[in-house]
């Protein structure tokens, strides 16, 4: 399966964005997603994941009720809306996937996703 990100931009604090993964090459329902984030110098860190049909989600501490990952299977499409946005969610920003058809497990770890999209920049000025 192919990822592509978007929906990236600028943003005062406090603004929303919707980030969109469009996926391509195999029907998207059975796999398990995740939005990872990175600043220079920094390693990259685990937003929030989604099992497959996105019947369980989980949320880093940090973006916890302001963000929401959702999916849309039937467009093969996987959402990061985020919500009062602060200067520190800068980052380019990365959605993954795993092929995961048992169960409704999801992952926080980047070493379980063996598919990643380009980021795309969001940056929040205060």
């Known amino acids: 399966v192919q990822l592509q990100a978007s929906g990236g931009g600028s943003v005062q604090a406090g603004g929303s964005l919707r980030l969109t993964c469009a996926a391509s090459?195999?029907?998207?329902?059975?796999?398990?997603v995740g939005w990872f984030r990175q600043t220079p110098g920094k390693e990259r860190e685990f937003v929030a994941t989604g099992s497959r049909k996105g019947r369980n989600t989980y949320y880093a501490d940090s973006v916890k009720g302001r963000f929401t990952i959702s999916r849309d299977s039937a467009k093969n499409t996987v959402f990061l809306q985020m919500n009062s946005l602060k200067p520190e969610d800068t980052a380019v920003y990365y959605c993954?996937?795993?092929?995961?058809?048992?169960?409704?497990?999801?992952?926080?770890?980047?070493?379980?996703?063996?598919?990643w999209g380009r980021g795309t920049q969001v940056t929040v000025s205060s």
């Open positions: 090459g195999r029907t998207f329902s059975d796999y398990a």
């Open positions: 993954a996937a795993r092929w995961a058809p048992q169960g409704n497990v999801y992952f926080t770890q980047e070493e379980s996703y063996n598919h």
